[in-house]
């Protein structure tokens, strides 16, 4: 891969607690390139969230452990970087924005006053200058009267007008390379999810960011990743560009997936939705089988026994399953 | 004041209101209309969809209804008869066949009871029969909903969030309720759950026939257990139609609004510039003049900012209310 902005190797994250390992991320190989989107997608404790701390280096350790595995940022090992360096990367090359922008705002700083920090720390600006600055992305992302807002607190602020001045943070930097969006839209009505995500999109095609985006919800990766990695309980189970996913899922995860949304095609106009029996296994007491096995309908022996080396359908379409879906079966 | 399609309606509301009076230390008391005026009717074993955004008394509407709140206005019959002011052993024989489920399976169990307390509990305030029969319905209904009855002496917290869920809808249908109010119902849970839960809901319904009013923010959940849906937007019903005829062709804007901002689970469906409403909810505590949603919309006129618009119905089951669309 020529143009690789991240790239993830055998990534293994566990948590030491009291009642034994979890084993959130296992063996996660992943790669964004300069400027694409890439959705990361699974249900809650499939590791998405943990995925995006360990390439900010935030995943709190202790309990947490990388186990094994390389991440590098255009060619940089972040894992082995110094303390020092990653801060400086973090917030300037690396960005992140979270579900509730309540919660990582801080509440008793004006807002333009949380991201003129941004510019006087990384680019050594003084105050009056960084706070300008802070008053120009307030305008980018389309927040009125910008000059005005900017000396609001976050509580005098809705939740989608947060939401647009965490990414005015997060975009306050000289080359934002990657921008972790965690969950931006979950807690947002969805009028104002749709202004949100516009103005992601809008804004990655202006600054020319990869956007590693992590959510549960497929119609918000429908609207905007170019890619999809698909995680089940710490395992990436298929990855694929954007229609060919949704077109053809080989994984039986995907597929159930797919299936289990409402606004799924199969399930208009039909009397039951597809839906995947049980639940999430819990990830104390994972063997080393393939986690989906105990729901899957396609489950044979030696899915309980190892998981799956990856293949290949085609160039970019990789799934890990013994017993895949038939590639041609779901074309419509 | 809409016209009736249903001879007797198994639930109706007539011009619903519920206040809240919010007062603190620095401002005087103003009031929110949470539901500000909201009729609807519901025939014996319909599905009615209530959509809308956080803050447009969707809530307050379905508590409103099972008189959880007292209404500030309007009244609501039961079969047919005056429930407002009915009160003691005559509410609660109301109170028996109508039931809710909450949205969290977390907070709306008690974390101190076994399952089959928790489940039997309105049986044993009904007095649903001695001691066996409760314990044989119990199990039951425990069943029913894919519990084993085993479980029946565990506590909440060792079940997961869809099997909670399925205990909160295995206690709303002990009694056999002929109306169950669900609230957000599966919106704390995971898809693959959700998708287990609704399923489960309309086998119940199938099976017991009883009618539902289902409140949600996700307007494809309610597309897909509804036959009627309810658009509301601060405190008011702003469009009611069938589903099929709704999702076809919404008329009011916010209801096309909120249709256009759901994202579709179809990448080929990508459209390059979709029509995306502007703004933000205003506050429920001091609602724009004239039609709440005119500073958003784009056909706003004069008459938009300084009157109401009445619902009115466009065709049969279908009401709408906009000046523009409907023109009064």
């Known amino acids: ?332 | 004041m809409s016209a009736e399609h249903n001879p007797t309606p198994l639930l109706a509301a007539r011009d619903i209101r519920k206040n809240f009076i919010i007062k603190d230390d620095r401002s005087p008391a103003q009031t929110l209309k949470a539901v500000d005026g909201v009729s609807l009717e519901i025939a014996p074993g319909e599905v009615v969809g209530v959509v809308g955004e956080s803050g447009c008394g969707k809530s307050t509407l379905g508590k409103t209804i099972m008189r959880m709140y007292e209404p500030d206005g309007g009244s609501l019959l039961w079969k047919g008869e005056d429930m407002t002011g009915v009160s003691g052993t005559d509410l609660k024989t109301i109170r028996k066949d109508m039931q809710m489920i909450f949205q969290d399976p977390y907070s709306s169990l008690n974390p101190r009871k076994k399952v089959k307390d928790i489940i039997s509990q309105p049986l044993r305030v009904h007095a649903q029969g001695d001691k066996e029969e409760i314990a044989r319905r119990t199990e039951e209904v425990m069943r029913e909903v894919g519990i084993n009855p085993v479980y029946g002496r565990r506590y909440p917290h060792q079940f997961s969030g869809g099997q909670r869920q399925r205990i909160g809808i295995a206690r709303a249908l002990a009694l056999e309720p002929d109306f169950v109010v669900c609230d957000e119902a599966v919106s704390a849970l995971d898809v693959s759950i959700q998708a287990q839960i609704l399923n489960l809901l309309l086998d119940l319904k199938d099976k017991h026939g009883f009618a539902n009013l289902f409140i949600s923010h996700d307007l494809s959940v309610v597309e897909f257990i509804s036959q009627r849906i309810l658009v509301m937007y601060l405190g008011r019903i702003v469009e009611k139609a069938p589903k099929v005829e709704l999702m076809a062709e919404p008329l009011h804007p916010y209801t096309r609004a909120l249709l256009a901002a759901f994202p579709t689970a179809d990448p080929s469906k990508r459209s390059a510039k979709k029509q995306i409403v502007v703004g933000d909810v205003p506050s429920p505590l001091n609602p724009p003049t004239g039609c709440h949603f005119h500073p958003r919309c784009p056909l706003a006129t004069d008459r938009c900012r300084e009157a109401y618009p009445p619902l009115v119905e466009v065709s049969p089951g279908r009401e709408v209310s906009c000046w523009e669309v409907s023109g009064g």
């Open chain 1, 1 to 332: 891969m020529t143009d690789e902005l991240l790239g993830i190797d055998n990534l293994s994250v566990s948590f030491h607690t009291r009642r034994g390992v979890v084993k959130a991320v296992r063996n996660l190989n992943l790669n964004i390139r300069e400027g694409e989107t890439l959705a990361l997608v699974g249900e809650s404790g499939c590791g998405k969230s943990v995925t995006a701390h360990a390439i900010t280096r935030l995943v709190p350790m202790p309990p947490g452990v990388i186990e094994s595995g390389i991440i590098r940022f255009r060619g940089t090992d972040l894992l082995s970087l110094p303390e020092k360096d990653m801060r400086s990367l973090r917030g300037s090359k690396i960005s992140m924005i979270f579900q509730e922008p309540m919660t990582s705002l801080n509440p008793v700083f004006t807002i333009g006053a949380q991201i003129a920090e941004v510019f006087i720390t990384h680019e050594k600006l003084g105050k009056k200058e960084a706070f300008t600055r802070a008053v120009e992305l307030l305008d980018l992302v389309k927040i009125p009267d910008p000059a005005k807002r900017a000396k609001s607190y976050p509580h005098q602020l809705s939740g989608g007008m947060r939401q647009r001045a965490m990414i005015a943070m997060a975009l306050a930097s000289p080359e934002p390379g990657l921008m972790i969006a965690d969950e931006p839209t979950t807690a947002l009505d969805v009028t104002i999810q749709a202004q949100i995500l516009q103005l992601l999109s809008e804004l990655k095609e202006r600054v020319g960011m990869a956007l590693l985006l992590i959510t549960h919800d497929m119609g918000v990766v429908a609207e905007t990743a170019d890619r999809v990695a698909v995680m089940y309980a710490g395992r990436k189970v298929e990855d694929a560009p954007v229609e060919e996913l949704f077109a053809n899922p080989r994984h039986p995860y995907t597929a159930g997936l797919l299936g289990c949304q409402c606004s799924a095609p199969s399930n208009q106009n039909a009397a039951r939705l597809t839906s995947i029996n049980g639940s999430v296994p819990d990830l104390l007491t994972l063997g080393e089988g393939c986690p989906f096995a105990n729901r899957c309908d396609n489950v044979k022996s030696e899915c309980m026994e190892s998981f799956p080396d990856s293949s290949m359908a085609g160039e970019e379409h990789e799934f890990s399953c013994h017993n895949p879906i038939s590639g041609s079966g779901a074309s419509s």
